[in-house]
Each structure stands twice: as C-alpha cells, then as structure tokens.
C-alpha cells in the first residue's frame, strides 16, 4: 500500500508538473505569436520596398538595351547606367532573398506552433496560393534564384500542409 | 526703354567662375539665379538700383546747394582742334567697339550658361528618375500596409484576434501609414519644386534642338512599334516606353510652339 501511494503520489506531480509546462508552452506562443505579428509589419515594410525597387531596377536594365537599339542613348551612357545598376540589383536581389526566405521560415515556425498550441493562425489557404503565384512571377522576372525559389517553394508547401492539419483539428 | 538680357553685375574672371559685383563680389551660379532672366526681379540688383538712386538723389542735392547763382557765363569757345564730323566719326567707332566686346562677352557668358544649364539638365533627368523609383518603393509600402489593414480586420471578424490585439496593431498601422504618407508627400513636393527652378533653363536649352530631338523621338517610336508588333518586346515594356516617348515628344512640342 505505501509503495502504491508513494507511485500515486509521483504521478499526480507529474502531471501537475506537465501542466505547468503546457501552461507556460501556450503563454509563450500566445506572446511570441503577437510579438511576431506586430514585427511582420516592419519586414512587410521593407520586403515591399526592397521587391519594387528591385522589379524597378531589372526593368530599366531591360529597357536601357532598348533604348541604345533605337538611338535614344549613347552607347557610353547605356554602359555606365548599367554598371551602376548591376551593383545595385545584386544588394538588392540578396536582401529580398534573404529576408523572404527568412520571412517564410519563421511563418511555418507560427503555424506549427498555432497548432500545437490550438491558437487560431492569421494565415489562409488563400495567402499561401498568393505567396505561391508571386513566387512564380519572381522567378520570370529573375528576382530569385532557382536554388531559392526551390527552398521557398517547399516551406510554402509545408505551410499549406500545416494549415491544413489545423482546418482539418479545428 | 528695353533692358539688357544680362544682369549688369554679372561677370566673370579667367577660370570661368561668375561673380555679382552687387552681391559684393561674391561668386555665383547664374544657372540658380536669375542673371539670364528676370534679373531686375533678383533682390542684389533691386538693392545696388535703390543705392544707386539714393546716390543719385543725395548728389543732386550737393549740386543744388553748391551751385552759384545763376548768372550766365560768357565763355570763349575753344578753338576746335578737329572737325566735328572727324569727332563724330571716332565716338561712334568706339561705340561700335564697345558693343562689340560687350556682344562677345555676351556669347562666352551665353556658352558658359548653356553648358552649364545642359549638365543640370542631364543631372535633373537622372535625379528624377532616383525619386520616381524612390515614390514608387514608398507607394508599394503604403499599399502593403492598406491591405494589412484589410487582413487585421477580416481577422477580427472571424474572431481569430481580439479587439485588444486588433486595436494595438492597427494602431502600428496608422502610425506607420501616416509616416510613409508624408514622406511620400515630402518628396512630391521636392520633385515639383526641382521641376519648377529647372524647367525654365530645361526650354531654354531644348529650343534650339527641338526639331532634331522630335524627329529622333518619332523615329525612335515608330521603331518602338515594329519591335511590338513583331513579337521582340512585350507589351508592358512596349506601353511603358510608348508612354514616356509620347510624354518627350509632347513637352518638346510644346516648346517648339511656344517658339513659333
């Protein structure tokens, strides 16, 4: 009897120590998840901003041949316009890789925890056939290189796959 | 009376730097000051005409208190050493010569100004296109955040944030939305001030190239088309150089007849 007490007695802490646990798992996702929330506006912002003047860039690259091809620029003026502008895509072209693919890491890692954790996620089905159709338009316009386009496209499908699992628990 | 196309004060010294004799001397870029223009607008002149006037008026005074009582001098006439045509002839010989050196001047000063108008020119067409690009980064933010603001309440309504989530991040969003806005408000008006002080000069320069510059313009579009309809450009990139062909063509137009 007092062996089964003493088994009784370290199963009740047990739980009441993985409650505890789960207790502080979800209030810390409950507070990372709002932390992200409000720190994805600042990415968005500056993704936003990186991808037009990117897009920007590449299509007055394209346009400065054509305008050489119908004599509306010197040759010495199309030269040094595009030296200037390679450099400049190259920063570019490596922050917006860098930030999207950091940018979709982190959103699998908050649908994956929305739910473990049964919190509603802010992202749709919807979204992430958005974020695919952009990632093909990135690709057509070389804004993204095909190792990144191939790492982006698997984390989408991960997050598609998660949402899913959470239509599927919810 | 008609005045002169050049500020009076206006010159410059042997390594081509201007300077305003009524700016104390101080040295100048004609291209921002209206020496080619309007010059009696420019407040340097207005305060070297009012001086001038206040001299004037101030030696007039001197002459009036100095002067004897008016008794009429009989004065012997010199004897004229030359014949008065001989007089005549040489006055009006370095008259001649004196607006000869002042045209030339003229011309070296209208060079000088021309060069340097086409380099601002040049150097405004390039920062142009840096703002446009720079509004056009500041506008697909402000879309960005207009449909975050979009997503935030769709969320609410589905009741996957509370109100308390919903008004703390929507107020980031105003915040954020009202900074961006003015900045692109900001930078609006720079590019319209840039294009008020350079247009002037941006007409001076172009009228006498006009016609050429038209004629290469419409060359170069009709090109623009055949490339189109043969298939080697895509429409985006045929609409958008059409439209900033069209836009060329139609500022120098306007030029052209406002010449005419």
Redesign the interface.
């Known amino acids: 009897m007092e062996h089964l007490r003493e088994q009784l007695e370290r199963f009740r802490e047990s739980f009441l120590k993985a409650e505890e646990l789960w207790n502080n798992y979800y209030t810390f996702v409950k507070t990372t998840v709002?932390e992200w929330?409000?720190f994805r506006?600042d990415l968005?912002?500056r993704?936003?901003?990186v991808?037009?003047?990117l897009e920007?860039?590449l299509?007055?690259t394209?346009?400065l041949s054509?305008?050489l091809?119908?004599?509306?620029l010197s040759e010495e003026k199309v030269k040094k316009k595009l030296d200037e502008l390679q450099e400049e895509i190259a920063r570019l072209k490596e922050e917006y890789q860098t930030l999207w693919l950091a940018y979709e890491e982190i959103t699998l890692m908050y649908i994956t925890h929305c739910v473990k954790s049964g919190l509603?996620?802010?992202l749709s089905a919807g979204d992430i056939e958005e974020k695919k159709e952009e990632l093909k338009s990135a690709v057509n316009k070389k804004m993204v290189s095909e190792e990144v386009a191939q790492q982006l496209e698997k984390i989408l499908s991960d997050e598609a796959s998660m949402l899913l699992h959470l239509h599927e628990k919810g | 009376m008609s005045r002169a196309t050049v500020c009076p004060g206006l010159y410059k010294d042997e390594k081509g730097k201007f300077y305003c004799r009524f700016a104390d001397n101080a040295e100048i870029d004609p291209a921002f000051m209206p020496c080619l223009l309007e010059y009696w607008e420019c407040p340097f002149y207005i305060r070297h005409k009012q001086t001038e006037k206040a001299l004037e008026v101030k030696k007039e005074e001197i002459k009036q208190q100095e002067a004897p009582p008016a008794i009429v001098p009989t004065v012997e006439m010199p004897t004229l050493i030359v014949s008065p045509t001989e007089v005549s002839a040489e006055r009006f010989t370095d008259e001649v010569d004196r607006l000869i050196d002042r045209a030339s001047e003229l011309a070296r000063l209208w060079e000088s100004y021309e060069s340097e108008a086409r380099r601002v020119v040049e150097e405004w067409e390039e920062l142009r296109?840096k703002i446009k690009?720079e509004l056009?980064?500041?506008?697909?933010?402000i879309?960005?955040?207009i449909s975050?603001k979009g997503?935030l309440e769709k969320?609410l309504d589905?009741?996957?944030?509370s109100e308390e989530?919903y008004t703390?991040?929507n107020s980031?969003?105003e915040k954020?939305l009202a900074e961006k806005n003015s900045e692109k408000e900001a930078l609006t008006k720079k590019l319209a001030d840039l294009d008020r002080v350079v247009l002037p000069h941006y007409k001076r320069v172009k009228v006498a190239e006009a016609k050429p510059e038209l004629a290469?313009?419409r060359?170069?579009l009709s090109?623009?088309e055949e490339?189109f309809k043969s298939r080697s450009?895509s429409e985006e990139?045929y609409m958008?150089?059409r439209a900033e062909?069209e836009d060329k063509i139609q500022r120098l137009e306007k030029i052209k007849e406002e010449v005419e």
Request: proline share 2%; charged share 45%; net charge positive.
């Open positions: 709002r929330e409000a506006i968005l912002d993704l936003s901003e991808r037009v003047k920007t860039d299509r007055t394209e346009e054509l305008k091809d119908l004599g509306l509603p996620a802010s | 296109d690009r056009a980064g500041l506008e697909a933010v879309n960005a955040y975050e997503r969320l589905e009741g996957k944030i989530e703390d991040l980031r969003l954020k290469k313009l060359l170069a090109k623009l490339r450009i990139v958008r150089l062909l």
